[in-house]
């Protein structure tokens, strides 16, 4: 799957204009990849790559995790039960935010799995120097923290921007050495 992504931004970039490869004032080839926007888009696949694979294999066994998921939210809620007080509320807050995830335990999974897919693309196009690539990238960074948002919500979900817009400022401030 890997390789088909990776042929098919070939594909793109080898239509387009290709870069000039010339030399500047200082001996240097043009549009050379800076070593951050290097150490990041390196760092976006092995996490894509990941992403992609843990939740294929998350789907693969999505009755036993899902039974899983279960058996701890009715721990949990007997644990909320006997506690009480304030740490008591905490986890029915927590168990409150456990039962969406289970309720909506495929769809977090396969929007995990296609974002994953969208920003590889995009990172495999910025690591050619591909401006257009960020915007695959913002689109999938960014649409699985607000799909979390949009179906569990709760103050976790939130947190989980930190991260994807923390990636998407180190992409923007290399926009100028892409075309």
């Known amino acids: 799957m890997f390789y088909l992504i990776f042929e098919a931004t070939d594909y793109l970039c080898s239509n387009s204009k290709r870069f000039d490869m010339e030399k500047d004032e200082f001996d240097q080839p043009k549009n050379k990849r800076p070593e951050f926007l290097t150490v ?3 760092m976006t696949f092995v996490g894509s790559a990941w992403g992609i694979l843990s939740g294929l294999g998350t789907l693969a066994f999505s009755d036993q995790l899902l039974d899983n998921m279960v058996q701890q939210a009715e721990m949990q809620e007997q644990l909320t039960e006997q506690i009480g007080g304030t740490f008591g509320k905490i986890l029915s807050m927590m168990s409150s935010i456990n039962q969406d995830m289970i309720d909506n335990f495929v769809p977090l999974t396969i929007g995990s799995v296609i974002s994953c897919i969208i920003c590889l693309v995009g990172a495999l196009l910025m690591w050619r120097l591909r ?9 999938g960074e960014l ?3 607000i799909f979390n948002i949009v179906l569990i919500g709760g103050v976790m979900a939130y947190i989980g921007l930190f991260f994807p ?4 400022i180190f992409y923007a401030i290399h926009l100028k050495h892409m075309k």
């Open 40 to 42: 990041i888009c390196i």
């Open 131 to 139: 401006k257009i690539g960020f915007y695959p990238y913002l689109i």
């Open 143 to 145: 649409g699985l923290p």
């Open 165 to 168: 817009i923390l990636f998407v």
